[in-house]
T-cell receptor, first 114, second 116 residues
Framework: GEDVEQSLFLSVREGDSSVINCTYT??????LYWYKQEPGAGLQLLTY?????DMKQDQRLTVLLNKKDKHLSLRIADTQTGDSAIYFC??????????????FGRGTSLIVHP | DTGVSQDPRHKITKRGQNVTFRCDPI?????LYWYRQTLGQGPEFLTY????????KSRLLSDRFSAERPKGSFSTLEIQRTEQGDSAMYLC??????????????FGAGSRLTVL
């Protein structure tokens, strides 16, 4: 996870917007991903963005990519208590063998309070 | 298809014992990954299969760990002579052939290992 950095905690009030930030190191990443993990469950893909895009919007989710600064963010509009979970940023890093292996950050724990 | 299945969900064992985890991926997915996740950490890559071929192994995968995917379908992860440091959640994920497209992983719920 040292290739992908995230802040560990974010606390927001229900109805506010949440912004989760991530920095990555490998400029050859072609796709960057956001996954969500709820307690006791595996990771679930939320959204992804191709590296030649600056922004992608999907309902309440907006992904912003600053490739120059290797910075990725996930904005959740109108955050609900059901959004409380751990959010992982991931990049696919090419290996010497030609495979692309998804590498994850440590995750940001989002706490939504009423 | 019910997604990626892992078994058992929880295993408690004594130090020095061997354990084996099984993963059944989504049937049309040819790629299979094993990750390890400890508390407060993100998933750490262990190994990757494309069909039955094990193409990548992390340096985290010591010689006590072995993984197989004999027919390109289900996979097993065996840990021999378990140590307390092996206690973690072992996650399996699979993905379909993508060409140059996004490699979207579908994760199982994980197998939690507790070594006493």
């Amino acid at each position: 996870g040292e290739d992908v950095e995230q802040s560990l905690f974010l606390s927001v009030r229900e109805g506010d917007s949440s912004v989760i930030n991530c920095t990555y190191t490998d400029s050859s990443s072609t796709y960057l991903y956001w996954y969500k993990q709820e307690p006791g469950a595996g990771l679930q893909l939320l959204t992804y963005i191709f590296s030649n895009m600056d922004m992608k919007q999907d309902q309440r989710l907006t992904v912003l990519l600053n490739k120059k600064d290797k910075h990725l963010s996930l904005r959740i509009a109108d955050t609900q208590t059901g959004d409380s979970a751990i959010y992982f940023c991931a990049e696919s890093i090419p290996t010497s063998g030609g495979s692309y292996i998804p590498t994850f950050g440590r995750g940001t724990s989002l706490i939504v309070h009423p | 298809d019910t997604g990626v299945s892992q078994d058992p969900r929880h295993k408690i064992t004594k130090r020095g014992q061997n354990v084996t985890f099984r993963c059944d991926p989504i049937s049309e997915h040819n790629r299979l990954y094993w990750y390890r996740q400890t508390l407060g950490q993100g998933p750490e890559f262990l190994t990757y299969f494309q069909n039955e071929a094990q193409l990548e192994k992390s340096r985290l995968l010591s010689d006590r760990f072995s993984a197989e995917r004999p027919k390109g379908s289900f996979s097993t992860l065996e840990i021999q002579r378990t140590e307390q440091g092996d206690s973690a959640m072992y996650l399996c994920a699979s993905s379909p052939p993508t060409g140059t497209g996004a490699n979207v992983l579908t994760f199982g719920a994980g197998s939690r290992l507790t070594v006493l």
